[in-house]
């Protein structure tokens, strides 16, 4: 059913896996399309209790794909622009706990997509990067609430304006991870917390979790996103950013 997804199923638990190792995992609009129709086929009866998402090859995401980027004359741009927001609230809609299963590079539009999650886990080795502002545009798709939530609102700041990697291990001190864990020990540690989740009563867990949602989308204001589309165009559309990611294309294709 799905091009850039694989889906898989065992009893109480489901994984949707990115598909794209020979791009890192990058989220195209199709991809994106396709993560807001699996959630909604998992939020199905029979709904699992769980679902890890989690990316094919050596990275997690490497974010929008660049080569994707709306095109800002186009009829369709701001819907493309949308689709990522819509694909972060897609994946806190489902009725099941999520957890990111993180390895390698999360970067941009990544890193939103797990802090959408309920729950990441990710090796020691992986690494963090939100390098919009270098690209000439905002940090969309809810990016910066779910940051601020997730984080705080300073360490967010530095974080989305400097564009500096960060590794695992500040983002664990940060409170973005839940565990940081070698390679070998990635897969043992999630389904070990797939397998406790998926024992407690549905109900309760369902409750807790929309109960957190509810206290947090009052505090960071998750609504407000709905208007990041038309930043993120604004973003494409200024000079200066157009010059700034011509630059950053130029120098990661040279490096």
């Known amino acids: 059913m799905y091009r850039t997804l694989d889906i898989e199923r065992a009893g109480e638990r489901a994984t949707l896996r990115l598909n794209r190792p020979e791009k890192m995992n990058a989220l195209s609009s199709t991809v994106l399309q396709e993560i807001i129709d699996a959630c909604a086929e998992l939020n199905q009866a029979p709904a699992p209790r769980v679902v890890v998402i989690a990316g094919r090859g050596r990275s997690f995401s490497a974010g929008a794909d660049l080569e994707g980027f709306p095109g800002v004359g186009d009829a369709t741009a701001r819907d493309m622009a949308d689709l990522g927001r819509r694909m972060a609230e897609a994946v806190e809609g489902l009725s099941a706990i999520t957890i990111a299963r993180i390895q390698g590079w999360c970067v941009g539009g990544g890193v939103v997509l797990a802090a959408a999650c309920d729950l990441r886990i990710a090796t020691v080795d992986a690494r963090f990067s939100i390098p919009e502002v270098d690209l000439g545009i ?14 705080g609102p300073a360490l967010a700041k530095e974080l989305v304006i400097t564009c500096r990697p960060f590794g695992a291990e500040e983002a664990k001190a940060a409170g973005f991870l839940n565990h940081c864990v070698s390679a070998d020990q990635l897969d043992t540690v ?65 490096g």
Do not use: C, M, N
């Not at 905002?138 to 984080?151: K, N, Q, S, Y």
């Not at 204001?221 to 589309?229: F, I, T, V």
């Open 138 to 151: 905002p940090l969309a798709w809810g990016g910066i609430p779910r940051l601020v939530r997730e984080i």
């Open 190 to 254: 999630v389904d070990e917390l797939a397998t406790t989740i998926s024992a407690k009563p549905r109900f309760a867990v369902e409750a807790t979790k929309r109960h957190v949602d509810a206290v947090t989308a009052t505090q960071v204001g998750l609504a407000r996103s709905w208007a990041d589309a038309d930043s993120l165009l604004t973003g494409l559309a200024d000079p200066e950013g157009i010059e700034a990611r011509e630059a950053y294309l130029t120098a990661r294709k040279r």
